[in-house]
């Protein structure tokens, strides 16, 4: 079973090497779709697989394999997965059936889209597994590289502008990166004499107070601009518009957590004393964040453009929890990365479908689709209720317990109540702008030229019932991921290197 994690994040690149090599005449597509289809399938099962067999008591890595790649630096090809990263894991593996399977209608140049779908969700698995730095920097390179071919060739609009700027930020966070993963090894090499770029040795190194923050900023602004953490999110209502809803709902679902598993992964256990100065910094950027993506949603018209600015806010929740570096925050982080995806791709999907349909995204064009779409309008309510955080379903869970985590941050200390309501302003002005989205397209009196519109087909239906079930599931028993998530969220909490304030009061440190 050593080998299965390698098998899960390399099929689909393989996959994509085998589509871009086949000849395809006369516009035959069959072939491309059907090996795009069973190597996402099989990569989604073998990601259940390692959920059925994780062990959700051990906080460690589990499904480690390590092979020497490049000797004279000691840099190994070496993955595994925590209770962190496996939800991580399985969201993208499911996110990359669906985006293959909502792929089907691309018209343009099918093959290649297929192969950078399959090579863009094998570099965001790669990051999730990587347990060596300079590995988990390479798949952070190798997500780049489809994501732009995507939006500039696939993507519509000023896709020029919007792949410049997603590059431009992208390779200044990479680059900023990198320094840091040399500079933390150099350290590491000066204090101990050995070589190494394993990421839990890393950790374990206790940085020097006078060039921590340097070291925390090369770190930072890579994991901020992909998230992105405000004000380093300009790139995404471009990038977002522009690009086409398959790859999107990877994009969008699963690229965007590597930046706040970077931030769980690195930054917290490595730059303590960096993060007790400038937490409360970063959680106000957050926070302001959550307030600005949704009321610039609010007065959005385009579907995806409101979508899009409503997932600034709702990453800047996972960003906040992040920084509130205690156990309910950083779990309901995790959480919330998985139940974004989820809700995030399903209203991508449904905008996708809507525009099929009816040839516009604009919403004052969407008027009585209740009648002749009434699977659409169930599913699409349900959807709707989820991203509003309505008790019951998943994105309640989420923001209940970063809500919680705030409140009780030794970080924030005096600031907790004014984060916790300008969270409170979001969630309202979420209200306003789903339920005006939800009820301008569905529930207004039914115009004739509407009438003749078709609802769901199997194939939209099997797109959207995952995320269906997921959000129930998830609401009524988050249980079964929070198990999974806690030992490995306990045990970045409690290294060595834990904050002295959280020493004296552990209850903050670790509470459920």
């Given at each position: 079973m050593d080998f299965i994690l390698t098998g899960i994040v390399f099929l689909p690149l393989i996959a994509a090497i085998v589509i871009m090599m086949m000849k395809v005449t006369g516009g035959n597509n069959g072939k491309v779709i059907g090996?795009?289809?069973?190597?996402?399938?099989?990569?989604?099962?073998?990601?259940?697989?390692l959920l059925v067999m994780f062990d959700s008591h051990h906080h460690g890595m589990q499904f480690v394999q390590s092979v020497e790649w490049v000797s004279m630096l000691h840099i190994y090809y070496k993955v595994g997965i925590d209770g962190i990263s496996l939800w991580l894991v399985v969201l993208t593996a499911m996110l990359g059936v669906l985006a293959v399977y909502f792929s089907r209608d691309q018209k343009k140049n099918l093959q290649y889209f297929l192969a950078l779908i399959l090579i863009l969700e094998s570099g965001t698995l790669g990051v999730f597994v990587a347990m060596d730095s300079i590995l988990f920097y390479v798949f952070w390179e190798v997500m780049l590289v489809p994501a732009y071919f995507l939006i500039g060739f696939w993507g519509e609009g000023n896709?020029?502008?919007?792949?410049?700027?997603?590059?431009?930020?992208?390779l200044v966070g990479s680059l900023l990166m990198l320094v840091g993963i040399?500079?933390?090894?150099?350290?590491?090499?000066?204090?101990?004499?050995?070589?190494?770029?394993?990421?839990?040795?890393?950790?374990?190194?206790?940085?020097?107070?006078?060039?921590?923050?340097?070291?925390?900023?090369?770190?930072?602004?890579?994991?901020?601009?992909?998230?992105?953490?405000?004000?380093?999110?300009?790139?995404?209502?471009?990038?977002?518009?522009?690009?086409?809803i398959p790859a999107l709902i990877l994009i969008t679902g699963a690229m965007s957590k590597a930046g706040a598993y970077g931030l769980i992964r690195f930054c917290l256990p490595l730059f303590p004393e960096t993060i007790a100065d400038w937490g409360l910094w970063i959680g106000t950027a957050a926070a302001g964040g959550i307030v600005y993506g949704a009321w610039i949603a609010v007065?959005?018209?385009?579907?995806?453009?409101?979508?899009?600015?409503?997932?600034?806010?709702?990453?800047?929740?996972?960003?906040?929890?992040?920084?509130?570096?205690?156990?309910q925050g950083v779990e309901g982080s995790v959480l919330q990365m998985v139940n974004h995806g989820i809700i995030a791709s399903a209203l991508f999907i449904i905008v996708g479908i809507l525009e099929k349909r009816l040839g516009t995204r604009q919403l004052d064009k969407f008027r009585g689709l209740k009648k002749p779409m009434p699977v659409l309008y169930a599913m699409f309510m349900l959807i709707t209720l989820a991203a509003l955080g309505l008790p019951g379903l998943n994105g309640f869970v989420g923001e209940f317990l970063i809500l919680m985590g705030v409140w009780g941050s030794h970080l924030f200390a005096g600031m907790s109540g004014l984060f916790v309501l300008a969270a409170g302003l979001a969630i309202v002005f979420a209200s306003i702008y789903m339920l005006f989205m939800f009820q301008g397209a569905m529930q207004e009196p039914v115009e004739e030229m509407r009438a003749?519109?078709?609802?769901?087909?199997?194939?939209?239906?099997?797109?959207?019932?995952?995320?269906?079930?997921?959000?129930?599931?998830?609401?009524?028993?988050?249980?079964?991921?929070?198990?999974?998530?806690?030992?490995?969220?306990?045990h970045v909490l409690h290294m060595e290197k834990k904050f002295k304030s959280l020493d004296a009061d552990s209850g903050h440190g670790g509470g459920h």
């Open positions: 090996i795009a289809n069973v190597a996402s399938l099989l990569t989604f099962g073998g990601a259940i697989t896709k020029v502008y919007a792949t410049t700027k997603f590059v431009i930020y992208t040399i500079w933390v090894t150099v350290v590491h090499y000066e204090l101990t004499q050995t070589l190494t770029f394993d990421i839990p040795t890393l950790l374990q190194t206790q940085m020097p107070a006078d060039i921590q923050f340097y070291m925390f900023v090369c770190f930072f602004m890579a994991f901020a601009i992909k998230i992105p953490i405000f004000p380093f999110h300009s790139w995404l209502p471009h990038a977002y518009v522009s690009c086409p007065a959005q018209k385009d579907l995806k453009a409101l979508v899009a600015y409503s997932s600034i806010s709702h990453l800047g929740f996972i960003a906040l929890g992040i920084f509130a570096f205690n156990g003749s519109v078709k609802d769901l087909d199997r194939k939209e239906i099997g797109l959207l019932v995952p995320a269906c079930i997921l959000v129930v599931m998830i609401g009524l028993y988050p249980k079964g991921i929070v198990d999974r998530v806690s030992p490995a969220v306990d």
